[in-house]
């Protein structure tokens, strides 16, 4: 059993940047692929990025490559999701998740979920 918790959501400027973190707890964090998924109000949930358990290979939408960074601190139990260049666009509840495969962006192979932070972008 893996348990998720999101914080460092909240309101920016277009253009600003935010840290998400996502702490997990259990022995087994290091075992796990995470990822990072979105939902805008009224759209479905969407993956934004994923990384492999050790940290080596991340994959990333394409709306947020190149501005996204995904990392993981394997010590503290932690991913993290660095967001620079922030858009309207972004604009939404985003939800830590882990997974027994590894690096994956498919939302059916997550096992366990965050409650979500939502992360609102002005323009």
């Known amino acids: 059993q893996v348990q998720l918790v999101e914080s460092g959501g909240g309101l920016v400027q277009a253009g600003g940047s935010l840290r998400l973190s996502c702490a997990a707890s259990?022995?087994?964090?290091?075992?796990?692929?995470m990822g990072w998924f979105r939902q805008a109000p009224g759209k479905e949930r969407e993956f934004v990025a994923t990384i492999d358990r050790s940290g080596t290979l991340t994959y990333y939408a394409d709306s947020v490559k190149g501005r996204f960074t995904l990392s993981r601190d394997n010590a503290k139990n932690t991913v993290y999701l660095q967001m620079n260049s922030l858009i309207p666009e972004d604009t939404a509840v985003y939800y830590c998740?882990?997974?027994?495969?590894?690096?994956?962006?498919?939302?059916?192979?997550?096992?366990?979920w965050g409650q979500g932070t939502q992360v609102t972008v002005s323009s």
């Open positions: 259990g022995r087994t964090f290091r075992a796990h692929g």
């Open positions: 998740a882990a997974n027994v495969l590894g690096a994956t962006p498919l939302l059916r192979d997550y096992d366990y």
